[in-house]
């Protein structure tokens, strides 16, 4: 049964640094789109960052552009999202995701499987 598990949330104070992982298991994801989203209390799910495997291509909402990097091991089972400079508007449930598309790469909906979630909260 595939499997996406985050880790590496937690509190942290303005401007410093967390480093989420999220390890996928159970089947091959090598031809699919990871991708970060984040969803704050009262508020809608949102794109964060991707990582297209069709060319590597990498994509990021421009509020976290210039401080967040996502990234992947070699072997692929694991990817990651390295969060610098944070700020308290960052502070949300975030959620890593897979998906079967190369054209949708920044809305929910194209990702069928997703992690639990892990908590990021930044204190001001």
């Given amino acids: 049964q595939a499997q996406l598990v985050e880790s590496g949330g937690g509190l942290v104070q303005a401007g410093g640094s967390l480093r989420l992982s999220c390890a996928a298991s159970g089947r091959t994801f090598s031809n699919y789109a990871m991708a970060w989203f984040r969803q704050a209390p009262g508020k809608e799910r949102e794109f964060v960052a991707a990582i297209r495997r069709s060319d590597g291509g990498t994509y990021y909402a421009d509020s976290v552009k210039g401080r967040f990097t996502i990234s992947r091991d070699h072997a692929e089972s694991t990817f990651y999202l ?31 499987y997703w992690g639990q979630g892990t908590q990021v909260t930044v204190s001001s």
């Fill in 82 to 112: 390295q969060m610098n400079s944070l700020k308290p508007e960052d502070t949300a449930v975030y959620y890593c995701a897979a998906g079967n598309t190369v054209t949708s790469i920044f809305y929910h909906w194209a990702y069928n």
